[in-house]
């Protein structure tokens, strides 16, 4: 996830307010400790650049959700569903372990919107994650077939999406357990064997649903 480099005021609050927000959470971050790490004297430069503190951090969140939909996704109609899936795990391991973006202050800002969020989560849920999630469901109905339920859709869904963000909520942990693995240098070998894990976990609900069907019609 890249973030302006420019040395404008409005950057220095915007990349400040990140670090804080990180630090603090949202609750007990101040507008003068944003104002103190951006190097900005005046306290009211976050309400004449952003409009408030709640204002700045929606537009931090506008960053982190909107990141995904960055990717390239031409042609996307034209896949086939294993190819998308794959897809998709592997836009998902970049965005989040390529360049360590797991211990960033990004991750940590994502994560504390997780436990604890924000008047804001509502409408970008809506804005971003709701025309992604039908694209990412059509994916498993079309995988697992007739005869799949929407649980199991959804399920398949979550099971995935769970392993592709395991290192951003346990990496504290991980990270001790197994000092010398590197998301950053192996994020494509993680994005391939979360795809074939999850493939081999499709095709077993998938021979599920068809053992159910034969034993229907043979009634």
Same mark, same amino acid.
């Given at each position: 996830?890249?973030? /302006?480099?420019?040395?404008?005021?409005?950057?220095?609050?915007?990349?400040?307010?990140?670090?804080?927000?990180?630090?603090?959470?949202?609750?007990?971050?101040?507008?003068?400790?944003?104002?103190?790490?951006?190097?900005?004297?005046?306290?009211?430069?976050?309400?004449?650049?952003?409009?408030?503190?709640?204002?700045?951090?929606?537009?931090?969140?506008?960053?982190?959700?909107?990141?995904?939909?960055?990717?390239?996704? /031409?042609?996307?109609?034209?896949?086939?569903?294993?190819?998308?899936?794959?897809?998709?795990?592997?836009?998902?391991?970049?965005?989040?372990?390529?360049?360590?973006?797991?211990?960033?202050?990004?991750?940590?800002?994502?994560?504390?919107?997780?436990?604890?969020?924000?008047?804001?989560?509502?409408?970008?849920?809506?804005?971003?994650?709701?025309?992604?999630?039908?694209?990412?469901?059509?994916?498993?109905?079309?995988?697992?077939?007739?005869?799949?339920?929407?649980?199991?859709?959804?399920?398949?869904?979550?099971?995935?999406?769970? /392993?592709?963000?395991?290192?951003?909520?346990?990496?504290?942990?991980?990270?001790?357990?197994?000092?010398?693995?590197?998301?950053?240098?192996?994020?494509?070998?993680?994005?391939?064997?979360?795809?074939?894990?999850?493939?081999?976990?499709?095709?077993?609900?998938?021979?599920?649903?068809?053992?159910?069907?034969?034993?229907?019609?043979?009634?």
């Amino acid at each position: 996830m890249s973030l /302006q480099q420019d040395n404008s005021t409005r950057t220095r609050l915007f990349n400040a307010g990140i670090k804080v927000f990180a630090e603090k959470g949202f609750r007990n971050a101040t507008i003068r400790e944003i104002c103190k790490q951006a190097g900005a004297a005046n306290i009211n430069s976050i309400h004449y650049y952003f409009g408030s503190k709640e204002m700045l951090y929606r537009e931090i969140l506008e960053l982190i959700f909107s990141e995904y939909d960055n990717f390239d996704l /031409q042609d996307w109609d034209r896949k086939t569903p294993q190819a998308q899936l794959k897809e998709m795990i592997l836009n998902f391991s970049i965005l989040l372990y390529k360049n360590n973006a797991f211990a960033s202050d990004i991750t940590a800002i994502f994560v504390n919107e997780m436990t604890r969020p924000s008047p804001f989560i509502e409408d970008l849920v809506d804005k971003y994650n709701r025309p992604r999630i039908k694209r990412h469901l059509k994916i498993f109905c079309d995988l697992l077939g007739k005869g799949a339920t929407e649980n199991m859709v959804r399920d398949c869904l979550v099971s995935v999406s769970g /392993q592709l963000l395991y290192y951003s909520f346990a990496w504290p942990v991980f990270s001790r357990l197994f000092p010398d693995y590197s998301p950053k240098k192996d994020h494509e070998a993680w994005a391939n064997h979360v795809f074939e894990f999850s493939m081999g976990g499709i095709a077993s609900i998938k021979e599920k649903i068809e053992k159910k069907k034969e034993k229907q019609n043979g009634n």
